[in-house]
């Protein structure tokens, strides 16, 4: 599967912004998709989680309250609604797939992966 993330940009912060996913290649209802977002000189961090099989998004302490994942599978994409938006939160956005039955919170167990997108949240 071939994933393209989108929707970033200049944003003040407090302000909203969303993000999206999209797939192509292969069924994307079977994909477990995250986002996982990387700031300059730090680790890549998974935000957010949309399982498969309809189980309960799973999110970051970071951005829970404040970040929403949804997928609208008829169109095969992931979106990231980010609310209440930090300085902080600035960072590449980045979506990742995967279908195997490994945790979902870990960044190794994903093997595809889209371009990032950048959000700069100014203060």
């Known amino acids: 599967v071939q994933l393209q993330a989108s929707g970033g940009g200049l944003v003040q912060a407090g302000s909203s912004r969303k993000l999206s996913c999209s797939a192509s290649?292969?069924?994307?209802?079977?994909?477990?998709v995250a986002w996982v977002r990387q700031a300059p000189g730090r680790a890549r961090e998974i935000v957010a989680v949309?399982?498969?099989?309809?189980?309960?998004?799973w999110y970051a302490a970071s951005v829970k309250g404040r970040f929403t994942v949804s997928r609208d599978s008829a169109k095969d994409t992931v979106w990231l609604q980010m609310s209440s938006l930090k300085p902080e939160d600035t960072a590449t956005y980045y979506c990742?797939?995967?279908?195997?039955?490994?945790?979902?919170?870990?960044?190794?167990?994903?093997?595809?992966w889209g371009q990032g997108t950048l959000v700069t949240v100014s203060s």
């Open positions: 990742a797939a995967k279908t195997n039955s490994g945790p979902i919170y870990m960044i190794s167990e994903y093997d595809y």
């Open positions: 290649g292969r069924a994307f209802i079977n994909y477990t």
């Open positions: 949309m399982p498969w099989r309809g189980d309960r998004p």
